[in-house]
Nanobody
Framework: QVQLVESGGGLVQAGDSLRLSCAAS????????MAWFRQAPGKEREFVAA????????RYADSVKGRFTISRHNARNTVYLQLNSLTPEDTAVYYC????????????????????WGQGTQVTVSS
């Protein structure tokens, strides 16, 4: 069974940085796509970034391009999301997600296309 455990959230000020981690276990993830989503109060869960585990290719939401960076550490089975230049609009619960068999497809951005989810980590940005 795939398990995803997020960590690294917290309370920061506008302009600060954070690094979120997603520790993955229960599978060999070489053909998986890993993603970060976020959900602000009263809003739908939205795509933030994704990475193809095998090649390291990435995809980002327009709202975070140039500020956030997704990466993975193969030996640690961990995916990271580096958040820079944070604004209050980035306040949300951030979720890690995983989907198998993404080798021959574009990295998906829809929540329904991901099979496994973590419990989330809260990021709060004060102005």
């Amino acid at each position: 069974q795939v398990q995803l455990v997020e960590s690294g959230g917290g309370l920061v000020q506008a302009g600060d940085s954070l690094r979120l981690s997603c520790a993955a276990s229960g599978r060999t993830f070489s053909n998986y796509g890993m993603a970060w989503f976020r959900q602000a109060p009263g809003k739908e869960r939205e795509f933030v970034a994704a990475i193809r585990w095998s090649s390291g290719s990435t995809r980002y939401a327009d709202s975070v391009k140039g500020r956030f960076t997704i990466s993975r550490h193969n030996a640690r089975n961990t995916v990271y999301l580096q958040l820079n230049s944070l604004t209050p609009e980035d306040t949300a619960v951030y979720y890690c997600a995983a989907r198998a068999n993404v080798v021959a497809m574009t990295l998906p951005t829809m929540t329904s296309l991901y099979d496994y989810w973590g419990q989330g980590t809260q990021v709060t940005v004060s102005s």
